[in-house]
């Protein structure tokens, strides 16, 4: 409270693997360089603090943050210039001190004219979940799945089993891919929001069903789960309690559900 959630709209937490840092968006937080924004703040005395703009933030929407399994990568995604168009996936170094490098492109084999969201490296880093209205698909954004080919993700195939003609974003995979957690809108810009799980069955994905969480209503606005790399049983996800609830959309910690899932699922 206060910190990490404010009276502004704080979406998709992601904290380091080390547990030192989280990262998150917001679209209407004062203080950053130029509205959706990505920001850090570092755990002192078991509490965030000191919540500030990354570093590689600018004028550009900067949006969806996502550590890497090994927290050598915080990706992301901009509209910043020199991109595909529209929305791009992007991911920035993070060095042993904390601070952030360059910030690279994902290229051409994940970026589209359309818009890109919420990118998810696999623990492994062989795969990656992704969101896009860009490269065909059920309708309206739908989630895919790339591979990592030694130098880029590339190939990026619909994930099996959850696409439909509504929006299908912000996947997070649970148990390593034997599990997904996504969020679908009939309009993800004027509609509700709402999270959904589903168990993969070998093939794919199967039994989508509302997340069990008190404000994962049908009226409600819930989206951004990213699993806690330092507690991989638990999720954070963006949503309105009764309470505790600082403003808008707050950043919440749950126990990650158990699917009972296959293998087979995360490759696509």
Same mark, same amino acid.
């Given at each position: 409270?206060?910190?990490?959630?404010?009276?502004? *709209?704080e979406?998709?937490?992601?904290?380091? %693997?080390?547990?030192?840092?989280?990262?998150?968006?917001?679209?209407?937080?004062? &203080?950053?360089?130029?509205?959706?924004?990505?920001?850090?703040?570092?755990?002192?005395?078991?509490?965030?603090?000191?919540?500030? @703009?990354?570093?590689?933030?600018?004028?550009?929407?900067?949006?969806?943050?996502?550590?890497?399994?090994?927290?050598?990568?915080?990706?992301?995604?901009?509209n910043?210039?020199?991109?595909?168009? &529209?929305?791009?996936?992007?991911?920035?170094a993070?060095?042993?001190?904390?601070?952030?490098?360059?910030?690279?492109?994902?290229?051409?084999?994940?970026?589209?004219?359309? *818009?890109?969201?919420? %990118?998810?490296?696999?623990?492994?880093?062989?795969?990656?979940?992704?969101?896009?209205?860009?490269?065909?698909?059920?309708?309206?954004?739908?989630?895919?799945?790339?591979?990592?080919?030694?130098?880029?993700?590339?190939? @990026?195939?619909?994930?099996?089993?959850?696409?439909?003609?509504?929006?299908d974003?912000?996947?997070?995979?649970?148990?390593?891919?034997?599990?997904?957690?996504?969020?679908?809108?009939?309009d993800?810009?004027?509609q @509700?929001?709402?999270l959904?799980?589903?168990?993969?069955d070998?093939?794919q994905?199967?039994?989508?069903?509302?997340?069990? =969480?008190?404000?994962?209503?049908?009226?409600?606005?819930?989206?951004? %789960?990213?699993?806690?790399?330092?507690?991989?049983?638990?999720?954070?996800?963006?949503?309105?309690?009764?309470? @505790?609830?600082?403003?808008?959309?707050? =950043?919440?910690?749950?126990?990650a559900p158990?699917?009972?899932?296959?293998?087979?699922?995360?490759?696509?």
């Open positions: 409270m206060h910190a990490v959630s404010t009276p502004a *709209n979406i998709r937490g992601s904290v380091s %693997p080390d547990g030192t840092r989280i990262a998150w968006g917001s679209p209407d937080r004062s &203080g950053g360089p130029g509205g959706w924004d990505i920001w850090i703040a570092r755990r002192d005395g078991g509490r965030w603090s000191d919540p500030r @703009p990354a570093s590689f933030d600018g004028a550009a929407k900067e949006f969806d943050p996502m550590f890497s399994a090994n927290g050598r990568w915080l990706y992301f995604f901009s910043r210039p020199g991109g595909k168009g &529209g929305d791009d996936l992007y991911r920035v993070v060095n042993d001190d904390g601070t952030f490098g360059a910030v690279e492109s994902l290229g051409a084999g994940v970026n589209s004219a359309g *818009n890109e969201w919420a %990118p998810t490296p696999s623990r492994d880093g062989q795969h990656l979940l992704f969101a896009s209205d860009g490269f065909g698909g059920a309708g309206r954004h739908d989630l895919f799945i790339a591979r990592w080919d030694g130098k880029a993700f590339v190939d @990026p195939k619909p994930v099996p089993g959850i696409n439909t003609s509504d929006d974003f912000d996947g997070a995979w649970l148990d390593d891919g034997r599990a997904i957690v996504f969020a679908r809108s009939t993800v810009d004027k @509700p929001i709402r959904f799980v589903a168990r993969c070998g093939t994905y199967v039994d989508a069903r509302p997340l069990a =969480l008190s404000f994962n209503t049908e009226d409600g606005w819930t989206l951004g %789960p990213a699993i806690d790399w330092n507690k991989p049983n638990e999720l954070l996800v963006s949503g309105a309690a009764k309470a @505790p609830h600082a403003g808008k959309l707050d =950043l919440y910690r749950m126990a158990r699917m009972e899932g296959r293998d087979g699922c995360q490759s696509g």
